[in-house]
DNA sequence: AAAGAATGTTACAGACCGGTCACACCTGGG
DNA sequence: CCCAGGTGTGACCGGTCTGTAACATTCTTT
C-alpha cells in the first residue's frame, strides 16, 4: 500500500528505515512500535524478534544514522582529495542542507534531548559519535593549516548543532537561514591566521606574539566573499 | 516532605514550579501530570482547574521561562549601562552558565524538539520568543556599533543554542565547555570592523569599502585576550 | 457565624503503550 | 517430500497516561 513494487524482502531493514522515518517525524516517544512495525509493512512480532526492545530499535537507527554520515565524510574526502580547505566549505554547504531540509535537525542531538535520562543505552553511542565528529572536524581543520584548529572545530560543531536545533525552535527565517555566511566567515576569520599562505602582504607591527588573526582578507576558496556577501 | 517550612499557599506556583522542575529533569513527555501534582504537593484535580490540559500547564511553564529571560536581559542593562559592548560580554558569560549549568540546556529548545507536532500550542509561543531574543541580541549588537550587527546576533544565537544542546548530546566535555572563548573571539571579529572606537591606529588602504573586519587587535572589555586566552 | 470559593480525595473512564504468547503460515533447501 | 526457520496474526497482560465525576474538606471573605 505505502509502497508500490515490492518492498525489499528483508523486514529488518525495512523496520529500521520506517522507525528513523517516525522517530524523525514524530519523535521517538511519540510513535509506538505497533505503528512503526505496521508502516513497516510487518508486525510488532517480528519487530520483537529482531530488536529486543524499542530503545534498541532506537541505537539500530542512530547506529545507521552514523553510518551514513561516516559515508558523507568519505564523500568530502573523494570529492576534494588533498584539498581541506575545500572539504571544510562542503562541509558548511552540507550542514546548511541539514539545518534546513525537512526541519527536525539531528537525529542524533534530538535523540539525547528527548531521552533524559541519563542511563538510556542511546546516550553513550550518541556522546561517542558527537566527539568522533568534533575530531574529525579537528583534524581536517588541522590539515587546512589553521592555527586554532581546535577552537575552530568547536566553533564549527556549535555552530552546526546550534542551526539544526534553531531551525526548530525559531523557524526557518530564524538565525540558521544565516548559517553558511557565518560559517565561512568563521572559518575565513580563523584561516587567515594560518600559517601564511599565498604572500603575507604585510607585516605590521614586526609580529611580536601575533596571536590574533586577521578575519578574511582573502581565503583560498570563495571564503574571501563570506562577511561581504552575507546580508 | 519535600519541602519543609511551609510552601507558599497557593498551589498554583507550585505547580508550575514544580512542572518546570521534573519537565526539564525528565522531558515534557517524561513526566505524567499525576507525578507533578503529587511533587507540587497537591493534587492532579487541581492541577486541572488551573491548566485546561497538560499543553496548557506547557506553555504556562514556557511562558515563564520567558519572564525570567527578560528579567535576564534587564539585569545585563542595569549592571552595564550605557555599555553594550560589557552587555554583550556579560550575555556570552551567562550563555556559558546556562550551557553548563544542570546540563539540560534551554526549555524552550528542548521542548521545540520534544513536541515535534507542528500544531502544538506551545511551537507558535517558543517561535516567537525565540525570535525576540535574536532581535534583542541584534539591538545590543546594533547599539555596539557593530557593522554587521544583524549577522552578528546571528551567529551568536546559533553558538549558544549549539552549546546548549551540544551539552547534551556531545557531553560537559565537549565543544560547550569553549563557548566562552568562542563567543568572545566571534564578537572581537565582528567588533574591530565596527565604526573606530578610540583611535583607529593607522588607515591602511585608505579605507575602501572596507567590508571585512579585522580580528580582535583591541575590544573595549576584556575581548582582545578572545583567540589568545583560549585553548 | 455563615456563605462561597478554592482545594483535597477517591475512584474511574478510555486510550495507548511496550512486550509476550500461542499458533498458523509460508518458503526454501536437504 | 518434509523439515526448519523466518514470518504473519490476533489476542492478551500489566502498566501508565490524560482527563473527568462526585463528594468531602478547608480557607477566605463578608
Redesign the pocket.
Known sequence: MEDCAAAP????ERIVSTARDLFRKHGI?G?????IAELA??????L???F????DLVVACLREVAREVEAMWDGFDAAHPDDPLAQLHAWVRCGAECAGGDGRGCDMANAAVELAESDHPARGFIEQFKSAQRDRLARLCRKAGIAKADLLADALSLLLEGARVSRQSAGVEGPCARFIAIGEAVIAAFASGAKGRKQPRYRRRAAGPAKVPRLAARASSRGGAALKGAR
Open positions: 524482502p528483508k523486514p529488518r516517544r510513535i509506538g512500535v505497533d505503528a509493512g510487518t508486525n510488532k512480532m517480528t520483537y524478534r529482531h529486543g526492545s524499542k530503545d
